[in-house]
Protein backbone atom coordinates (compact mmCIF):
# COMPACT_ATOMS: atom_id res chain seq x y z
CA UNK A 1 0.00 0.00 0.00
CA UNK A 2 1.59 3.24 -0.86
CA UNK A 3 0.25 6.18 0.75
CA UNK A 4 1.31 9.54 -1.06
CA UNK A 5 1.90 13.38 0.63
CA UNK A 6 1.53 15.64 -1.17
CA UNK A 7 0.71 19.27 -1.02
CA UNK A 8 2.57 23.22 -1.12
CA UNK A 9 6.33 23.31 -0.27
CA UNK A 10 6.58 23.88 3.70
CA UNK A 11 2.25 23.01 4.66
CA UNK A 12 4.61 20.44 6.72
CA UNK A 13 3.92 16.98 4.59
CA UNK A 14 7.31 15.77 5.89
CA UNK A 15 7.02 16.83 9.71
CA UNK A 16 3.61 15.22 9.24
CA UNK A 17 5.24 11.51 8.15
CA UNK A 18 8.20 11.75 11.25
CA UNK A 19 5.98 12.59 14.00
CA UNK A 20 2.55 10.19 12.98
CA UNK A 21 5.63 7.28 12.95
CA UNK A 22 6.57 8.91 16.30
CA UNK A 23 2.38 8.28 16.80
CA UNK A 24 2.60 4.63 15.91
CA UNK A 25 5.59 4.21 18.14
CA UNK A 26 8.15 3.54 15.89
CA UNK A 27 11.12 5.08 16.94
CA UNK A 28 13.43 4.96 13.34
CA UNK A 29 12.68 5.57 10.12
CA UNK A 30 13.76 3.48 7.02
CA UNK A 31 14.04 6.12 4.72
CA UNK A 32 14.98 5.16 1.10
CA UNK A 33 15.89 8.09 -1.86
CA UNK A 34 17.69 8.42 -4.56
CA UNK A 35 21.28 8.38 -4.14
CA UNK A 36 22.06 11.32 -7.14
CA UNK A 37 23.75 8.55 -9.85
CA UNK A 38 20.17 6.66 -10.90
CA UNK A 39 20.37 4.64 -7.74
CA UNK A 40 18.43 4.35 -4.05
CA UNK A 41 20.00 4.73 -0.84
CA UNK A 42 19.11 3.44 2.36
CA UNK A 43 19.22 4.71 5.48
CA UNK A 44 17.90 4.32 8.96
CA UNK A 45 17.33 7.75 10.72
CA UNK A 46 15.98 7.74 14.62
CA UNK A 47 13.55 10.34 14.32
CA UNK A 48 15.22 13.10 15.68
CA UNK A 49 17.62 12.55 12.84
CA UNK A 50 14.74 12.66 10.54
CA UNK A 51 13.77 16.30 11.68
CA UNK A 52 16.86 17.66 11.76
CA UNK A 53 17.84 16.39 8.08
CA UNK A 54 14.63 15.49 6.20
CA UNK A 55 12.27 18.79 7.82
CA UNK A 56 12.50 22.48 6.39
CA UNK A 57 13.73 24.84 8.24
CA UNK A 58 14.21 26.88 4.95
CA UNK A 59 11.59 26.45 1.60
CA UNK A 60 11.87 24.43 -0.58
CA UNK A 61 13.56 21.34 1.33
CA UNK A 62 12.56 18.00 0.06
CA UNK A 63 14.21 17.90 -3.00
CA UNK A 64 13.78 14.03 -4.22
CA UNK A 65 10.81 11.80 -3.67
CA UNK A 66 11.57 10.01 -0.59
CA UNK A 67 9.44 6.86 1.13
CA UNK A 68 9.56 5.30 4.71
CA UNK A 69 7.77 2.23 5.99
CA UNK A 70 5.10 2.93 8.58
CA UNK A 71 4.06 -0.26 10.45
CA UNK A 72 1.89 -0.74 13.52
CA UNK A 73 0.52 -4.11 14.87
CA UNK A 74 -3.61 -2.99 15.51
CA UNK A 75 -5.57 -5.59 17.25
CA UNK A 76 -5.27 -8.53 14.41
CA UNK A 77 -4.73 -5.85 11.79
CA UNK A 78 -1.44 -4.83 10.98
CA UNK A 79 -1.05 -0.96 9.46
CA UNK A 80 1.71 -1.21 6.84
CA UNK A 81 2.10 1.06 4.55
CA UNK A 82 4.96 2.62 2.38
CA UNK A 83 4.77 6.36 3.05
CA UNK A 84 6.21 8.65 0.01
CA UNK A 85 7.09 12.47 0.77
CA UNK A 86 7.47 14.35 -1.79
CA UNK A 87 8.44 17.81 -2.80
CA UNK A 88 6.18 20.65 -2.53
CA UNK A 89 4.75 21.62 -5.54
CA UNK A 90 4.45 25.24 -6.27
CA UNK A 91 2.03 27.77 -7.48
CA UNK A 92 2.16 28.41 -11.35
CA UNK A 93 4.71 26.59 -13.71
CA UNK A 94 7.86 26.77 -12.26
CA UNK A 95 10.75 28.32 -14.63
CA UNK A 96 12.98 25.69 -13.21
CA UNK A 97 13.30 22.73 -15.21
CA UNK A 98 14.00 20.01 -11.90
CA UNK A 99 11.24 21.74 -10.20
CA UNK A 100 9.06 21.15 -12.91
CA UNK A 101 10.60 17.36 -13.18
CA UNK A 102 9.67 16.98 -9.34
CA UNK A 103 6.11 18.19 -9.83
CA UNK A 104 5.71 15.49 -12.65
CA UNK A 105 7.43 12.92 -10.77
CA UNK A 106 4.87 13.82 -7.98
CA UNK A 107 1.90 13.88 -10.25
CA UNK A 108 2.67 10.39 -11.24
CA UNK A 109 2.98 9.01 -7.88
CA UNK A 110 -0.54 10.52 -7.28
CA UNK A 111 -1.69 8.26 -10.53
CA UNK A 112 -0.38 4.92 -8.59
CA UNK A 113 -1.08 5.70 -4.60
CA UNK A 114 -3.81 3.91 -3.11
CA UNK A 115 -3.63 6.40 -0.68
CA UNK A 116 -3.52 9.98 -1.55
CA UNK A 117 -2.96 12.92 1.78
CA UNK A 118 -3.21 16.23 0.54
CA UNK A 119 -1.61 18.42 3.20
CA UNK A 120 -2.72 22.22 3.12
CA UNK A 121 -1.58 24.80 5.67
CA UNK A 122 -4.81 26.08 7.50
CA UNK A 123 -2.97 28.79 8.95
CA UNK A 124 -2.38 30.15 5.64
CA UNK A 125 -5.68 30.62 4.05
CA UNK A 126 -5.54 34.33 4.40
CA UNK A 127 -1.94 34.83 4.18
CA UNK A 128 0.29 35.54 0.68
CA UNK A 129 2.95 33.00 1.88
CA UNK A 130 4.06 31.18 -0.36
CA UNK A 131 2.05 28.08 1.09
CA UNK A 132 -0.90 29.77 1.23
CA UNK A 133 -3.71 27.13 -0.27
CA UNK A 134 -4.29 28.26 -3.89
CA UNK A 135 -5.53 26.98 -7.34
CA UNK A 136 -3.10 24.10 -7.00
CA UNK A 137 -5.06 22.88 -3.92
CA UNK A 138 -8.22 23.48 -5.37
CA UNK A 139 -7.31 21.25 -8.62
CA UNK A 140 -5.63 18.99 -6.27
CA UNK A 141 -9.54 18.26 -4.48
CA UNK A 142 -11.21 18.19 -7.61
CA UNK A 143 -9.05 15.49 -8.65
CA UNK A 144 -8.77 13.63 -5.83
CA UNK A 145 -12.95 13.54 -5.25
CA UNK A 146 -12.71 11.09 -7.88
CA UNK A 147 -10.11 8.65 -6.18
CA UNK A 148 -10.92 5.98 -3.75
CA UNK A 149 -9.07 7.24 -1.22
CA UNK A 150 -7.89 10.93 -0.75
CA UNK A 151 -7.92 12.91 2.05
CA UNK A 152 -7.50 16.61 2.85
CA UNK A 153 -5.22 17.23 5.71
CA UNK A 154 -6.04 20.83 7.41
CA UNK A 155 -1.98 21.05 8.77
CA UNK A 156 -1.33 23.30 11.78
CA UNK A 157 -4.10 23.32 13.41
CA UNK A 158 -2.15 24.95 16.90
CA UNK A 159 -1.47 28.20 14.78
CA UNK A 160 -3.24 31.61 15.03
CA UNK A 161 -5.81 31.83 12.36
CA UNK A 162 -6.48 28.16 11.34
CA UNK A 163 -10.00 27.77 12.99
CA UNK A 164 -11.36 30.33 10.24
CA UNK A 165 -8.53 28.44 8.14
CA UNK A 166 -10.42 25.50 7.95
CA UNK A 167 -13.70 27.02 7.78
CA UNK A 168 -12.54 28.70 4.71
CA UNK A 169 -11.08 25.15 3.10
CA UNK A 170 -14.37 23.44 3.87
CA UNK A 171 -16.31 25.65 2.14
CA UNK A 172 -13.87 25.94 -1.03
CA UNK A 173 -13.40 22.07 -1.13
CA UNK A 174 -16.48 20.68 -0.91
CA UNK A 175 -17.71 17.34 -0.81
CA UNK A 176 -14.05 15.84 -0.22
CA UNK A 177 -12.89 14.63 3.92
CA UNK A 178 -11.17 17.40 5.32
CA UNK A 179 -9.23 16.45 8.56
CA UNK A 180 -7.82 18.93 10.95
CA UNK A 181 -4.45 18.15 12.22
CA UNK A 182 -1.32 19.84 13.88
CA UNK A 183 1.66 17.56 14.04
CA UNK A 184 3.12 19.79 16.74
CA UNK A 185 0.00 18.93 19.39
CA UNK A 186 -1.00 15.54 17.12
CA UNK A 187 -4.38 16.64 16.66
CA UNK A 188 -6.15 14.29 14.41
CA UNK A 189 -2.95 11.94 14.28
CA UNK A 190 -6.10 8.95 16.01
CA UNK A 191 -8.35 9.93 12.77
CA UNK A 192 -5.89 9.71 10.14
CA UNK A 193 -4.95 6.31 11.76
CA UNK A 194 -8.36 5.32 11.75
CA UNK A 195 -8.33 6.82 7.97
CA UNK A 196 -5.67 4.17 6.80
CA UNK A 197 -6.76 1.21 8.60
CA UNK A 198 -10.20 2.18 6.76
CA UNK A 199 -8.40 1.96 3.49
CA UNK A 200 -6.42 -0.80 3.91
CA UNK A 201 -9.28 -3.03 5.27
N1 LIG B 1 3.06 25.20 14.22
C1 LIG B 1 3.15 24.17 13.37
N2 LIG B 1 4.20 24.10 12.51
C2 LIG B 1 4.27 23.04 11.68
C3 LIG B 1 3.29 22.01 11.67
N3 LIG B 1 3.62 21.13 10.71
C4 LIG B 1 4.76 21.57 10.15
N4 LIG B 1 5.17 22.72 10.74
C5 LIG B 1 6.35 23.54 10.39
O1 LIG B 1 6.30 23.85 9.02
C6 LIG B 1 7.61 23.89 8.46
C7 LIG B 1 7.68 23.01 7.24
O2 LIG B 1 7.55 21.64 7.60
P1 LIG B 1 7.94 20.47 6.60
O3 LIG B 1 7.42 19.21 7.15
O4 LIG B 1 9.37 20.49 6.25
O5 LIG B 1 7.09 20.93 5.32
P2 LIG B 1 7.06 20.29 3.85
O6 LIG B 1 5.65 20.41 3.38
O7 LIG B 1 7.64 18.91 3.88
O8 LIG B 1 8.01 21.29 3.04
P3 LIG B 1 8.75 21.00 1.61
O9 LIG B 1 9.54 19.75 1.75
O10 LIG B 1 9.59 22.22 1.41
O11 LIG B 1 7.66 20.89 0.58
C8 LIG B 1 8.57 23.46 9.57
O12 LIG B 1 9.13 24.63 10.15
C9 LIG B 1 7.66 22.76 10.58
O13 LIG B 1 8.11 22.85 11.90
C10 LIG B 1 2.18 22.12 12.60
O14 LIG B 1 1.27 21.29 12.67
N5 LIG B 1 2.18 23.22 13.42
MG1 LIG C 1 9.21 18.06 2.92
Redesign the pocket.
Known sequence: MHLV?V?????????????FAAYLGLTELRVELPDGEGGQQVKRLSLDRA?RD??????????VIQTAILEQPVGRQRLRVLAV?????PEGISPNPDQRHLTALTLEWLTTAQMVVH?V?A?AVHSTRP?SPGAFDLALARYGHQLASYIVVA?????VGSAEGLRAIRDAYQDVPILP?????R?GFRDLKQWILRTMA
Do not use: A, Y
Open positions: TGKPNVGKTLLLINRLMSWSTPKTRDTPGIVDSENKMDKVSCITR
